[in-house]
């Protein structure tokens, strides 16, 4: 099987990177913008599904999740997502609509005032997690999204309530611009492939290191490596050009089988069949 090299990491966003759709399910649209300037440290992206699924039928939806926390409010639920470390599924039925906000590295420690490690693998109520405050921000993006659901504009509208809500958490702290930047060199630098780079790109012993990202995102240092892989397997994987041997020794592995060790363990498909989907 052949892989493409994208000099671009793979002409994908955020959310399409991470999203392992498959390219014959149709029952959805995605509403995909940023933040306003002043809530870029806290807020990486909006996500906002519409779907429509035939009667009797149901579309699951999986996600390789990056380091951050979500926020996920629907007419059926409100939630707060630590970070999953496996692959994250949720399967759409009927018709609906999600407002989703994917915080930035910093934003979970700041929202929750607190560790965020034991949120890690877990999910629960926004009410249950901020009390009232949660609840309301659940009705009233549900206010808004009574509109039209389907409209940009109501939908621009519903992620403006969500800003106005977490706008109280500014300004970020050092340790969290810290914790931002570690997390984006690892992202977006495919040589960074052992803990030791990160340690001496920051200065940081790796006990430090391991502390930090522990409190600040519930993960090892380890995980971001890793996950930023498979987030750029799956990006090259969807266009066949290349060899799977390359791939695995562009992005680090010791040879293919890891690679498709790794990709499995996580995903539930080798990379060649992830690869039938789009070919």
Known sequence: MN????????????VERAHLVDPADTSFQIGRWGPTPD????????????????AGGDAPQRV?????????????????YGVATGLSET????????????????????????????WTDR????????????????????TTMATDPTEESTQRAATGVVEDWLRPILPLDDDGRLINEIVDYVENDSTVVAIGQI???????????????????????????????LHEAAGRLRVADGTLATLAAELGYADEAHL????????????????????
Do not use: N
Not at 97 to 114: H, K
Not at 214 to 227: D, M, S
């Open 3 to 14: 892989i493409r090299d994208r000099s671009d990491r793979d002409g994908l966003d955020d």
């Open 39 to 54: 809530l870029a440290e806290v807020i990486r992206r909006f996500w906002v599904p519409v779907w429509s699924v035939p």
């Open 64 to 80: 390789l999740q990056y380091p951050v926390c979500l926020m996920v409010v629907s007419s059926e639920y409100a939630r707060f």
């Open 91 to 118: 399967t759409l039925t009927g018709q609906g609509w999600a407002v989703g906000v994917m915080l930035t590295p910093a934003a979970g420690g700041l929202v929750l005032d607190g560790p965020v490690d034991v």
């Open 123 to 142: 999910h629960a109520e926004l009410s249950e997690v901020f009390g009232e405050r949660g609840a309301e921000l659940a009705d009233r993006v549900r």
């Open 199 to 229: 340690c001496a790109r920051f200065h940081l012993t790796e006990r430090s290191l391991q502390r930090l990202t522990r409190r600040r995102l519930g993960l090892t240092p380890k995980w971001l490596i890793q996950r930023r892989r």
């Open 260 to 279: 498709v060790r790794d990709f499995r363990t996580v995903t539930g498909l080798t990379p060649r069949e992830f690869t039938a989907r789009f070919t």
